[in-house]
């Protein structure tokens, strides 16, 4: 089978490294994800959530730069759906902070 363009070529080339280039490769392929966490501002109509979530950085084959893994998301969905509910309680067990929207007049 052939390889064509950039995606199959690396692909060919992590499973099975250049001899030249060898070890290190395969051993940093192999290597465990990293995690950081990050905030995300979650909004509904007048309400938002300042929310801590963990995202994990893993350059390898299939997974190209830092993805969100699922628990996460619904995390981020729970805090939504309360906020569209008005229950403030509920997002700010999740949250770090819930925040009151006003908008203000730009004409002073």
Same mark, same amino acid.
């Given at each position: 089978m052939a390889c064509y363009g950039t995606?199959?070529?690396?692909?060919?080339?992590?499973?099975?490294p250049h001899?030249?280039?060898?070890?290190?490769?395969a051993q940093d392929m192999n290597a465990e994800p990293q995690t950081r966490c990050i905030t995300k501002l979650v909004r *509904? @109509?007048?309400?938002?959530?300042?929310v801590d979530v963990l995202v994990? &950085?893993?350059d390898d084959?299939?997974? *190209? @730069?830092p993805y969100l893994?699922?628990?996460?998301?619904?995390?981020? &969905?729970a805090v939504r759906r309360a906020l569209r509910n008005g229950d403030i309680r509920a997002a700010s067990r999740l949250a770090r902070r819930v925040y009151a929207l006003k908008p203000v007049d730009a004409e002073e």
């Open positions: 995606f199959q070529t690396n692909f060919c080339e992590k499973i099975h001899p030249i280039r060898g070890f290190q490769e *509904e @109509g007048d309400l938002a959530a300042d994990v &950085d893993r084959l299939f997974e *190209e @730069g893994p699922s628990e996460e998301a619904k995390k981020l &969905d």
